[in-house]
């Protein structure tokens, strides 16, 4: 129930924080701009050749003398500059009587043509695509993963022009893309470059399904070796829309959407990557055939992800500015709180076991409680310096903090308001008053929506955990719901963070200022052994670590450009904080029906 006054006071906040959206517009003017300029990409791939992407753009109704093509410097989603360009061979124009047109190259990621005026313009240039993504391979002899900012230029001045697409892929191949289908199952349509891009292509052989919730259509296709219960995948995934769709959002936000998943063998840790209306998901098969579940978290995050930074996002996060990085203090909300829900969704839906929720929320405890650089980097700070730190790099984890703090506000929120309102409603409230507006919010307006919904003052709890270093309330906070923290400290090895990805174990970060770090491991080294014998994950790692004692050494084999280097780290020790969450002695009913409201999924 929530109070007749309350819901006065609270339409009262909502109608002003629509007004003032009224006054800067809800949608940008030149959203509706179309000059007749035409652009339309061709992409191929030539059989048996595994090292590029061909791409032709054909532009007609041009009537400038200069066209300038740029590469995306990042793409959405990963946080760090990427430069693509780097991968672009053989760049070409010619106009409609197909002569060469001059090129020059006037920046790292962007070309100039001298079209002298000519309304038909084709640009080529092939992308390589031999070190493959992060995720691993994006192609062999029966597929191929596109992806759209490392693959395709936009033309500057045009971003905002409708785009067209034909994939030239052999006749057996089929296409899963959450772009706009034609009557030409090859070509797809998009409003605007951004929506293009931002949306990848699987092409190939691979199995497909598709189930409707409230008619819309959700296709799931899996590459690779498909040896679990798809049946038991395909109904986990149908759990995971239904509850965010139908009992979180209270809304479904695109036509289509497409779950990409890649499967590989061996039992390394999944990935993936949100897109406006699609998702590219990495999972190792071996461990999908033990439970189809261990396929559910990544899942339950990339979904979340259609509102949760793609749609409720930060002003810098769409309409995109690929030249340069574009920073925002709300990583912290973008992907920890995603996190957190992720968690939460799998919890409410019975996915997971409450003991398991609570263990996984332990666990971020843990990760935060052991890293001594939370005095020193807030949850605003993080996701800022990511561009310059790197994922695994120095600092904390704007993921592992952000998903704390997710925890932490919901029960806050709900202890205030005596469980009528949670951070479910935040996320409405964000939705209603920016995603359907399709503005950005700017990262002062988490703090105001938090505050509308509850109706309380959270600038003291944004001040000191949010935008501040001061220790997270565990204790005080998780005793709303009748829980507590227990925690145990030891002294462990330590050599820094790495983090390493794939088949050949490619480092993609490292604190530079660990003793691994300072031993001279470096980005885009791969590993190939460490103390004598190979490794295959962070497991692996952890053990031959855990094995050493302070002052001994742990010698690294890696590659780098071609040579084999011996890199020596010397150990040191650390003080490793394990948190557990207990449930308190004799919880009051309060605290009992709050737990239940909170991992049930009501609010009163
Ligand atoms: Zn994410």
């Given at each position: ?28 003017a ?5 000059n ?9 791939v ?10 032709t753009i054909?532009i007609?109704?041009n ?14 989603g990963g ?10 061979a053989?760049f ?7 002569e ?6 006037i ?14 313009i084709?640009v080529?240039?092939?992308?390589n695509?031999?070190?493959g993504a992060?995720?691993?391979?994006v192609?062999?002899?029966?597929f ?6 490392s693959t395709?230029?936009y ?7 409708p ?5 030239n892929?052999p006749?057996n ?5 959450g772009?706009?289908?034609t009557q ?19 092409l ?18 899996i590459k ?7 049946g038991?995948f ?8 239904t ?6 959002y209270r809304d ?12 590989y ?8 990557l ?15 055939k ?10 339950a ?6 509102w949760n930074?793609?749609?409720?996002r ?11 990085d574009?920073?925002?203090t709300s990583?912290?909300?973008?992907e920890?709180?995603?996190?957190y ?5 799998l ?14 929320q ?9 890293n ?14 990511i561009?310059q730190?790197?994922y ?17 506000l919901d ?9 009528t ?9 964000l939705?209603?008053w ?14 105001r929506?938090v505050?509308a919904?509850?109706n309380?003052d ?8 949010v ?9 005080k906070?998780l ?27 490619r ?9 691994i ?16 014998r ?8 952890a ?13 690294f ?16 020790s ?21 737990r239940?409201a909170?991992?049930?999924?009501a609010?009163?």
């Amino acid at each position: 129930m929530i109070s007749k006054q309350k819901y006065n006071r609270l339409i009262g906040i909502v109608w002003v924080a629509a007004m003032a959206l009224f006054a800067v517009g809800p949608v940008r003017a030149d959203d509706f701009r179309y000059n007749g300029f035409e652009t339309t990409y061709e992409f191929s791939v030539h059989p048996g050749d595994l090292q590029y992407f061909y791409v032709t753009i054909h532009i007609a109704n041009n009537d400038a003398p200069q066209l300038v093509f740029s590469m995306p410097a990042w793409m959405p989603g990963g946080y760090m500059l990427a430069n693509f360009a780097r991968r672009v061979a053989d760049f070409q124009a010619v106009n409609s009587k197909n002569e060469r047109l001059a090129v020059q190259k006037i920046d790292p990621n962007s070309w100039e043509i001298q079209t002298k005026g000519d309304p038909v313009i084709h640009v080529s240039y092939k992308v390589n695509i031999a070190h493959g993504a992060f995720m691993g391979k994006v192609i062999d002899s029966n597929f191929a993963l596109v992806n759209g900012p490392s693959t395709y230029m936009y033309i500057r001045g045009h971003k905002n022009d409708p785009v067209t697409v034909k994939y030239n892929i052999p006749e057996n191949w089929k296409i899963a893309t959450g772009l706009a289908e034609t009557q030409n199952p090859a070509i797809f349509t998009a409003p605007n470059y951004d929506v293009f891009a931002d949306a990848p292509a699987l092409l190939g052989l691979f199995k497909q399904f598709t189930f409707r919730l409230k008619g819309v259509p959700h296709v799931v296709a899996i590459k690779g070796p498909v040896n679990f219960d798809t049946g038991a995948f395909i109904r986990m995934i149908k759990k995971i829309v239904t509850y965010e769709t139908q009992e979180i959002y209270r809304d479904i936000p695109y036509k289509k959407y497409v779950f990409i998943y890649t499967i590989y063998s061996g039992r390394r840790g999944g990935g993936g990557l949100e897109h406006l209306n699609s998702t590219t998901i990495g999972l190792s098969g071996d461990l999908l055939k033990e439970n189809v579940k261990n396929g559910a978290d990544v899942t339950a995050h990339e979904f979340f992800h259609v509102w949760n930074v793609k749609r409720i996002r930060p002003e810098v996060l769409g309409p995109f500015d690929y030249t340069k990085d574009v920073r925002t203090t709300s990583l912290w909300v973008c992907e920890g709180i995603t996190s957190y829900y992720a968690d939460l969704v799998l919890a409410r839906t019975g996915i997971w076991g409450e003991a398991k929720f609570l263990k996984n929320q332990a666990k971020m405890i843990s990760a935060l409680q052991s890293n001594p650089d939370r005095f020193k980097t807030s949850a605003e700070m993080s996701g800022w310096n990511i561009w310059q730190n790197g994922y695994g790099g120095s600092g904390i984890s704007f993921y592992t903090k952000g998903q704390i703090l997710g925890m932490l506000l919901d029960l806050k929120i709900r202890h205030l308001t005596n469980n009528t309102r949670s951070l479910d409603d935040v996320m409405r409230f964000l939705n209603q008053w920016f995603a359907k507006w399709d503005v950005g919010y700017k990262d002062s307006d988490i703090l105001r929506a938090v505050n509308a919904v509850s109706n309380q003052d959270f600038r003291p709890f944004f001040e000191r955990y949010v935008g501040g270093t001061v220790e997270l309330p565990y204790k005080k906070i998780l005793g709303y719901a009748g829980l507590k923290p227990v925690f145990e400290k030891k002294k462990v090895p330590y050599i820094g963070k790495i983090a390493f990805f794939g088949p050949q174990n490619r480092v993609f970060a490292v604190d530079r200022e660990s003793p691994i770090g300072k031993a001279g491991l470096m980005k885009e080294d791969h590993i190939l052994k460490i103390d004598g014998r190979k490794i295959k994950n962070r497991g692996d790692l952890a053990k031959l670590l855990n094995a050493k004692k302070p002052g001994q050494t742990l010698k690294f084999l890696v590659k780098r450009d071609g040579k084999k280097i011996t890199i020596t780290a010397a150990v040191k020790s650390r003080e490793k904080v394990m948190c557990k969450i207990e449930t308190t002695a004799s919880p009051a009913p309060e605290q009992l029906m709050m737990r239940k409201a909170w991992l049930h999924g009501a609010t009163d």
